[in-house]
């Protein structure tokens, strides 16, 4: 074998060398950065094992349940028992008693709310987009409401219709009128908690002042052209263009709506008043109901019979998406 020939053989020898280290190194690179992401997206998932995943077994476990006290040791296996509760309600001294389907009852009450809502951020939408002065100043004011806790909100209207000293009643007295407790009364509470909802309409305006800039004006201007009045042009081609904004919001308010809890709370301080005359507590909201069950009085109710109505409340939540988003392949229009 001649000098070359060595040459290219150790040459051969020294290149397989180098990309045989070469790979290595990029081998170890890659694994660098693949525990690096592990190690950085473990962590979302251990929180929501922590409290999303051992938290939604454990309650499905517990709506089998009887379960008086926090200790889970507790818990004694009754079956569907929770559940009969909750769908049929309980044999008490005076009748029949539906205190879950009554809650429900006063949910779907306030979800009245929802289609004044949408109305107000529609009609909100529709003003700022005629590009007014201090359009961004309007938008700010129209979010903050949005991002304000809602315990310091249901607090600023406890305060406004106060028996007592709130800003309603003493116009009433000023004016020579009795005053009202609205808190305190079944027929005043839930049109007064309606009334209150739509302190945040204007989160929803945003969006639809962002669907609204998006719509196709050569469409508007041809239906100018033919004759088309503003009201026949916004039903005909501005609200079909934003209906899967629409289709978003009424979705969302719906799933928002359906869990209502903390205006009822803060306003009755924690308590089940006012009552109706058949005994039931207009305050209670169907999640209202499942705290009260779980955590305001454990040893008349229990977490078992709470879990059970959270899950009964969850599959009528997954109802009624699911027929909006059936619902929605009649008006909901993508390709405008």
């Not at 909100?124 to 201090?134: C, D, E, M, P, S």
């Not at 027929?187 to 909802?197: E, K, Q």
């Not at 639809?208 to 004006?217: G, I, K």
């Not at 779980?294 to 019979?305: A, H, R």
Request: hydrophobic share 45%.
């Amino acid at each position: 074998m001649t000098e070359i020939d060595v040459s290219e053989e150790q040459q051969g020898v020294l290149q397989k060398r180098s990309k045989s280290k070469t790979e290595i190194s990029r081998k170890r690179r890659e694994l660098k950065r693949n525990v690096e992401g592990w190690l950085f997206s473990c962590w979302p998932f251990v929180g929501f094992m922590l409290f999303s995943g051992i938290p939604f077994v454990l309650s499905i476990f517990l709506s089998f349940t009887e379960l008086h006290s926090f200790d889970i040791l507790e818990w004694e296996f009754v079956g569907f028992d929770n559940y009969k509760w909750v769908l049929f309600g309980e044999q008490t001294e005076h009748g029949m008693r539906y205190e879950f389907w009554h809650s429900l009852k006063q949910t779907l009450y306030y979800c009245l709310s929802i289609p004044l809502n949408l109305v107000l951020s529609l009609g909100i939408a529709v003003l700022l987009t005629r590009h007014v002065k201090g359009t961004k100043f309007f938008r700010t004011v129209l979010f903050i409401p949005h991002v304000c806790s809602s315990v310091g909100v249901s607090m600023m209207w406890k305060f406004i219709f106060d028996p007592t000293y709130g800003v309603i009643n003493s116009l009433i007295r000023s004016a020579g009128g009795q005053t009202i407790d609205f808190f305190g009364s079944p027929d005043w509470f839930m049109p007064i908690i309606i009334l209150t909802s739509t302190w945040s309409a204007g989160a929803g305006s945003l969006l639809f002042q962002a669907a609204l800039e998006n719509v196709n004006q050569t469409l508007i201007e041809a239906a100018e052209l033919d004759g088309g009045t503003p009201t026949k042009i916004f039903f005909k081609i501005t609200l079909p263009s934003i209906s899967p904004t629409l289709f978003y919001v009424l979705t969302m308010d719906i799933i928002g709506g359906l869990q209502c809890m903390g205006q009822m709370q803060i306003i009755t301080n924690g308590t089940r008043n006012p009552y109706n005359e058949q005994g039931y507590s207009e305050s209670l909201s169907a999640v209202y109901l499942i705290y009260w069950m779980g955590f305001s009085d454990p040893f008349n109710y229990g977490l078992g019979l709470s879990s059970a109505a959270a899950w009964v409340l969850t599959l009528i939540i997954l109802a009624f998406t699911r027929l909006n988003f059936w619902l929605s392949k009649y008006w909901v229009h993508d390709d405008v």
